[in-house]
Nanobody
């Protein structure tokens, strides 16, 4: 089994930055592509960014491009999301997710492992 734990969320003023972290444990050798999703109250869980197992390819939702950067450190079983120039619409619970097999997919159902989420609040 794989366990994912997010951290780094908090309260930030619009225009500020946060760096989210995801720590993986358990059968980490089973992890391929990893991703960040977010969910605001009353809204669907939304894809934010993903990264391939080796980190050679990344994908972002349009609103994140140019502001967010996804990265991973496989030696330490960590994934990160650097969020710059945060906007109020970025406020949500951010979830770390991982696939048991490699596939470029952005849907919630395309991921096998999930963290508990970390809250990001952006004030105007």
């Amino acid at each position: 089994q794989v366990q994912l734990v997010e951290s780094g969320g908090g309260l930030v003023q619009a225009g500020g930055s946060l760096r989210l972290s995801c720590a993986a444990s358990g059968r980490t050798f089973s992890i391929f592509r990893m991703a960040w999703f977010r969910q605001a109250p009353g809204k669907e869980r939304e894809f934010v960014a993903s990264i391939s197992r080796t980190g050679d390819t990344t994908a972002y939702t349009d609103s994140a491009k140019g502001r967010f950067t996804i990265s991973r450190d496989n030696a330490n079983n960590m994934m990160f999301l650097q969020m710059n120039n945060l906007k109020t619409e970025d406020a949500a619970v951010y979830y770390c997710a991982a696939q048991a097999v490699g596939r470029l997919i952005k849907s919630v159902t395309g991921y096998d492992y999930w963290g508990q989420g970390t809250q990001v609040t952006v004030s105007s």
